[in-house]
Structures are given as C-alpha cells and as structure tokens.
Nanobody, 124 residues
C-alpha cells in the first residue's frame, strides 16, 4: 500500500515562494515515477512537474524556470520548490506516484497513487 501525504501549501503574494513536500510511505525502491499535479474546481488535473528514478525531470511550460522538482530518497520525500509565484499558480496541488517508468506527466491517469492535496493560493 502506497500512501502519499502532501504539506507546505499556503497563501502567498505574487512573487513569493513555497516549498511543497510529499512524504511517501511505501517501498520506495519500487516507485519509479513521481509527479506534481494541480487542479482548479471544475477543471481537469494538470501535470506540473515530474521526476523518475533515472533522474529525468519534466516541467509544464508555464512553470519552467520557476519551479524545481526534487526527491530525497533517504527521507522518502518528494519536493516542489515554487518561486516567483503567480496568481495563475493558485490551485490544489497533488503528489502522484507510480511503479512504472515512462509515465506521461500530462496525464493523471498514468499514475496509480495520489495524495490528498495541499492548497496553494497566490494573491496579486
């Protein structure tokens, strides 16, 4: 059983920073792909960033140069450092994991395990 618990969300002004964390409770050596998604009410879940065990990373165009995904295997934790936040970054952010490689980070259906989400609100 894989459990993902996000933390670190909050309210900030535009230009500010937040760091999201995702604690993974599982046999992490078997998790090959992890990602961050975000979702607004009534909208589809959108891929934000992803990372795999080979070390490859992916970012959606709107966050490139501002967000950084990383993982600490010793702590079984995934991070998303978000800098230069914009009001359009406001959303519920979710951590996702899967035991397979070569996931499509734009597709939520490619991931089997999800956290409960953490809210990020950016005011102008």
């Amino acid at each position: 059983q894989v459990q993902l618990v996000e933390s670190g969300g909050g309210s900030v002004q535009a230009g500010g920073s937040l760091r999201l964390s995702c604690a993974v409770s599982a046999y992490t050596y078997s998790i090959y792909s992890m990602g961050w998604f975000r979702q607004l009410p009534g909208k589809e879940r959108e891929g934000v960033a992803g990372i795999d065990t080979i070390g490859r990373t992916w970012y959606t165009d709107s966050v490139k140069g501002r967000f950084t995904i990383s993982q600490d295997n010793a702590k079984n934790t995934l991070y998303l450092q978000m800098n230069s936040l914009k009001p359009e970054d406001t959303a519920m952010y979710y951590c996702a994991a899967d035991f397979r490689l070569y996931r499509d980070y734009t597709r939520a259906s490619d991931f089997a395990y999800w956290g409960q989400g953490t809210q990020v609100t950016v005011s102008s």
